[in-house]
């Protein structure tokens, strides 16, 4: 079994920071891409921002230049940091991984309970 665990979701000001974490625990060989994505009320999910093993890190537009996604291979930890927070980042923010639980394995998505972030005055 794989699990995803996250932590740093809250409530924060708009124009504030959270750091989102989700440590990956299990039987896990090996993880390529690790990923956040979120959903809003009445929404369906969205990408949020994904990081490939040794690759570089795909934004989603709305996000650019505010949100930091990195990774730390020795942990199978993901974090996201957020700054500058509006109104229209509140979500529940889900972590995903791809790994596989052998050398020789298939590839699977994984996901995360989810953390709920909210901005608001």
């Known amino acids: 079994q794989v699990q995803l665990v996250e932590s740093g979701g809250g409530l924060v000001q708009p124009g504030g920071s959270l750091r989102l974490s989700c440590a990956a625990s299990?039987?896990?060989?090996?993880?390529?891409?690790m990923g956040w994505y979120r959903q809003a009320p009445g929404k369906q999910r969205e990408l949020v921002a994904t990081?490939?093993?040794?690759?570089?890190?795909n934004y989603a537009d709305s996000v650019k230049a505010r949100f930091t996604i990195s990774r730390d291979n020795d942990k199978n930890t993901v974090y996201l940091e957020m700054s500058n927070l509006k109104f229209e980042d509140t979500a529940v923010y889900y972590c995903?991984?791809?790994?596989?639980?052998?050398?020789?394995?298939?590839?699977?998505?994984?996901w995360g309970q989810g953390t709920q972030v909210t901005v608001s005055s």
């Open positions: 995903n991984i791809v790994a596989t639980k052998y050398i020789l394995g298939k590839y699977t998505a994984y």
């Open positions: 299990g039987s896990i060989f090996r993880v390529t891409t």
């Open positions: 990081l490939p093993n040794g690759g570089s890190a």
